[in-house]
Nanobody, 122 residues
Framework: QVQLVESGGGLARPGESLKLSCVAS????????VAWYRQTPENQREFVAE???????NYANPVMGRFTISREDLKNTVHLEMNSLKPEDTAIYLC????????????????WGQGTQVTVSS
């Protein structure tokens, strides 16, 4: 089995920064593309950012220039550095990864974490 665990969320004031991490563990052979999504208070799930196996990144327009996604493959970890936070960034941030796993069966599967809450308020 594979698990994704997010961390780093919390309360921030507008203009401040937070750094989220997503750690994968379990029967992992290779981590392919990894993305961050967010679930807003209005219960909308939005794409935030993605990083490919080769390190190519893609961002949603609302976060471009403020957020940076990166990966540390040796640690099975992906980060999301969030700068210049705005109240509209308030959401539960979820990690999504396409992982080649070896158990319970070999194959590339789609995994989600439970999410970490980010609240931006003065």
């Amino acid at each position: 089995q594979v698990q994704l665990v997010e961390s780093g969320g919390g309360l921030a004031r507008p203009g401040e920064s937070l750094k989220l991490s997503c750690v994968a563990s379990g029967s992992i052979r290779k981590i392919h593309n990894v993305a961050w999504y967010r679930q807003t208070p209005e219960n909308q799930r939005e794409f935030v950012a993605e990083i490919t196996t080769g390190g190519t990144t893609n961002y949603a327009n609302p976060v471009m220039g403020r957020f940076t996604i990166s990966r540390e493959d040796l640690k099975n970890t992906v980060h999301l550095e969030m700068n210049s936070l705005k109240p509209e960034d308030t959401a539960i941030y979820l990690c999504n990864a396409h992982i080649l796993s070896s158990a319970p069966k070999v194959g590339v599967f789609d995994y989600w974490g439970q999410g970490t809450q980010v609240t931006v308020s003065s």
